[in-house]
Every structure is written in structure tokens, then in C-alpha cells.
């Protein structure tokens, strides 16, 4: 047996791996799978295509149905051009509170659940403790897919899944789902005193612009159903960050790029409105064409995060309820990989130590009170499944 590390010094273990999305989290995965193997806990490691990053899920306890999985990921944001007190790569502790990036969002849970196997592997539990840690959360929550998958497909079906993103430990039975869809509009440059001839990129772009601003005023005025009623905004969303396009104010614009987003209320579709798109794609792409039959729009879809529906009676929201003692209603309108499991059959809820508040900014940090409150929830979870 390993040494029992504390779940503080666990935290400042993985603190200490500079895992940004845009760089390798092997480093990082590879300590938690020695640590973790040590204790004779059983780990599988799912790499990226390109082999650079690694999602790792851990199974402990018999191989039985009816276990919890605690989800987390272990990428972070980066730090650059942000004014830090400290080294943002070093657990800093100052006022009650731990300082360094990724203690809220998310290796302060991260470093809860992993303190949990060995707590679960010494009582003997009956039901099993299983950990999802995925790469690539912050872009997208694209790394976690192959892991959710794999996992309904190799492990015994666990009961609830907890995803442990910061809610300052109330139970998230909610959020929105999210597309994000890559659009380049290809036009036809010629003089712009014979504009007539030619297609501006940038023209076309705000045809679409101006449906989605159209389309946002409909959704904004429209009576929210009751689910969606629950958010706020309790409507769709459409957005466009970044638009970049043209090369000089006396040509029309041969090129136009810019990312298009959607944030969809959990009753409604995120692949309709994908469909709904490319219907508009497809009616501004026509005119195009009649003038230039060269002009086209490409679309490249970037990543769909599923909603997280609440569950009617969820045993996620049940056992989350039953530990943290929180009958709070709470849903939120950024993404998790709690839409994934859940579209892979799990009960899900979000549920997790920190505040969301203070997710990616400068100085990051998740008060000690709150990750005492996570250590209670993961003592209470093995005496649950010991039971
Ligand atoms: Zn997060």
C-alpha cells in the first residue's frame, strides 16, 4: 500500500501539473494511476486521437451494478495576461481559502474523489466507487466522450453519476446544451464599383446575422415552458463571439469566418436546431450561387454538449439530496459532461465544492470550508456504498 495522501495534499499535487486544455495531461494522469493502482484500484486509460491526452476511469469495489461514479476533469484554463498574487501552478493557502488554478474548477473535487478510493478500497464497500477524469473539458467537453462510452460499454452500471463541477455543494439537476458550429462563407471579390457582380462574404454573413438576431427577439419573447422557465435566461440562445472577414474596404469581401453558438433549453433539440442552421445556410448559400457559382458556405460543426434534463424521481438527485441535505431547485446555463452521461443512460446531477464564481479567473481559489464540505460528502458516499 501507498502512502495515504490527504485530500489537501492530493490538491496540491495536481495543482502543481500546468494541465491546460491547449497541452499534455498525461503528466498528471499518470501520478493518479500510480496512486491509485497502488491501492489496488482498477484503471483504464482512454487516449486522445493524437495521443497527447488521456481520459483515465478508475473502478473500486465488487463488480456489481449499482455504484456511483464521480466525474471531474482535469484540464484547466490557462493563466496568461492574468495578474496572479502567487504561482498559479502551487497550492497557496491565505485566509481560509486554497489558492491555484483549477482548486474550484475542478481539481478540488478531483483531488476529493481520488482521496475517496482508498477510503472506499478499506471499507470494503459492497457497491463499487468509479471515477471518470477527462482531458479537454474547457474546449467543448469533447475529451470525455470516448470515456462515457467505454464506460457504459466495460463497466458495471453504476446508479448515479455526480459530476463534481463547483455549486458551492447544491444539487444542479439541470443545464442547457450547446453547439458550437465553425461557418465560412466563401464570396466572389471583385471592385466594389462593380459590386453587383461580385458576392461580399461579409453581406452574407449578415443575412445570417440578421436571422439570428431575429431569431434571438423571438425566442426572448416568447412564454417559457416550464422547464425552461427554471433558467435564466429561461430561452434559447444564439451568439456569434468572433466574426473576422474582408481584406480592404474597396473589395467585396471574398471571405468570412465566425463561430456560431447555440445554448438550448433542455426541451428542446440541440440537433433541430443544428437542422434549422443549415436550413438558413443553405437559403443564403442559393443567392450566392446565383450570382457566383463559385460562392459557397462550408460549415464544420465544433462540439454539442447535451442538455442535462431533470430527472423525474432521478436516483443521482436522491443520493446527492440525501448527503449534502441541499432540497434546493438549482439548474444552470453553462454546459458539463453531466448532458453526456446522462444521454448515455446515467442518472445525473451536478453537484460539486467552490464556487463557479470563481472558475477561471485570476487568483483562483475554493474556500476551505467548501472543500471540508466536499470531504464530508465523499466520507458519507463510501459509508453509503459500504452499506
Ligand atoms: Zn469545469
Known sequence: MPTELSPREILAKLVSFPSVSSTTNLPLIDWVQEYLEGWGAECVRILSPDGTKANLYVHCGPKVEGGVVLSGHTDVVPVDGQPWTDDPWELTERDGRFYGRGTADMKGFDALAIAAVPLAIKAGVKRPLQLALSYDEEVGCTGCVSMVEAMARDLPRAAAVIVGEPSSMRVVTGHKGSRSIDTK????????????????????????????????????????????????????????????????????????????????????????????????????????????????????????????????DGAAEELARGLTGDNSVNVVSYGTEAGHFQANGYSTVVCGPGDIAQAHTPDEFIEISQFEAGWDFMQRLVTRLSQ
Open 185 to 312: 462563407i466563401i464570396g466572389v471579390p471583385v471592385h466594389s464599383s462593380r459590386q453587383h457582380l461580385g458576392v461580399s462574404a461579409v453581406h452574407e454573413a449578415g443575412r445570417i446575422l440578421n436571422w439570428l438576431n431575429e431569431t434571438n427577439d423571438a425566442l426572448m419573447s416568447a412564454k417559457p415552458t416550464e422547464t425552461a422557465a427554471l433558467f435564466d435566461p429561461p430561452f434559447t440562445t444564439v451568439s456569434v463571439g468572433v466574426i473576422h472577414g474582408g481584406e480592404a474596404n474597396n473589395i467585396t469581401a471574398g471571405e468570412c469566418t465566425f463561430k456560431l453558438g447555440y445554448r438550448v433549453v433542455p426541451d428542446e433539440n440541440v440537433d433541430d436546431w443544428g437542422a434549422r442552421y443549415r436550413e438558413v445556410v443553405d437559403q443564403v448559400e442559393r443567392r450566392m450561387k446565383a450570382v457566383g457559382p463559385a460562392a459557397r458556405i462550408e460549415l464544420s460543426h465544433s462540439f454539442t454538449v447535451p442538455p442535462l434534463v431533470p430527472e423525474a
